[in-house]
């Protein structure tokens, strides 16, 4: 299994990797590598490398596990080489703006009580989250609100799922520059419907912050918006037809623990 950050280092000290994958096969099968070549044979130029933080978040590449991803590791693969790929990481990730942004969207991911149970909604105030929705989605005209009650039940089920998916979710995208329909449905087998839509929204948010200071279109990240609602305690189902619909837990309806 491969971890963030996955990449290869050849014996030169190039940094071989791709934003869109976290996968040493697909690395390889890019650059046309021999991987039948045995790890120490002579002939071999390169090996697979991981560099892995405890936690997604944390900015100190020092801190990072440096790891051979072989059976052994050559004689030629020093220091200089795992300098190569802490400064690769350093250079196109941790300095990058989007970075940090990201980093704390997922903090604040993984801090949701998700689906918490809550009395009548102010339908008031969500009038003016649909209407700031609509104008981040660039949607014409003006944003309805529909809600939907939720059994206690159900929702408790998705909870846990939906706060693991959109989580792992958003710190995988996010590490990768770019959503993955594969990734996602990784993420997305052991989730929920709740689950599945709050990982999608999520990663959404965390990818859109990556790309953010290029987007001259969009001003205000949309999905931040809806991982707002989740936040909240609502089952974010979208926007169809002019229409926001969310779901929500009665709190009157809580369940005994």
């Given at each position: 299994m491969c971890n963030f950050f996955s990449g290869i280092l050849t014996r030169d000290g190039k940094v071989l990797a791709?934003?869109?994958?976290?996968?040493?096969?697909?690395?390889?099968?890019k650059h046309k590598l021999d991987d039948k070549l045995l790890v120490d044979d002579p002939k071999r130029n390169w090996v697979r490398f991981e560099l892995t933080p405890k936690e997604f978040y944390n900015q100190?590449?020092?801190?990072?596990?440096?790891?051979?991803d072989e059976s052994s590791t050559p004689e030629w693969c020093n220091d200089r080489?795992?300098?190569a790929a802490r400064a690769y990481v350093q250079r196109e990730y941790l300095s990058q703006k989007w970075y940090k942004r990201?980093?704390?969207?997922?903090?604040?991911?993984?801090?949701?009580?998700?689906?918490?149970?809550?009395?009548?909604?102010?339908?008031k105030d969500l009038q003016?989250?649909?209407?700031?929705?609509?104008?981040?989605?660039?949607?014409k005209g003006e944003i309805r609100i529909k809600l939907i009650p939720l059994a206690w039940d159900a929702a408790w089920d998705a909870a846990g799922a939906a706060a693991r998916a959109a989580a792992r979710a958003a710190a995988r995208?996010?590490?990768?520059a770019a959503a993955r329909a594969a990734a996602r449905a990784a993420a997305w087998d052991a989730a929920r419907d709740a689950a599945r839509a709050a990982t999608w929204d999520a990663a959404r948010a965390a990818e859109f912050e990556i790309g953010a200071d290029k987007n001259k279109k969009y001003k205000t990240n949309p999905f931040k918006l809806l991982v707002r609602l989740w936040a909240r305690g609502y089952y974010v189902c979208g926007i169809a037809n002019n229409t926001l619909t969310l779901g929500y837990v009665p709190k009157e309806k809580k369940r005994e623990q």
């Open positions: 791709d934003g869109n994958t976290n996968a040493h096969e697909e690395l390889i099968k100190d590449i020092d801190t990072w596990t440096f790891k051979v080489h795992e300098r990201v980093c704390q969207e997922i903090k604040f991911i993984q801090g949701i009580k998700w689906f918490a149970p809550m009395q009548e909604p102010n339908l003016k989250d649909a209407t700031a929705l609509g104008k981040a989605f660039k949607i995208d996010a590490a990768w």
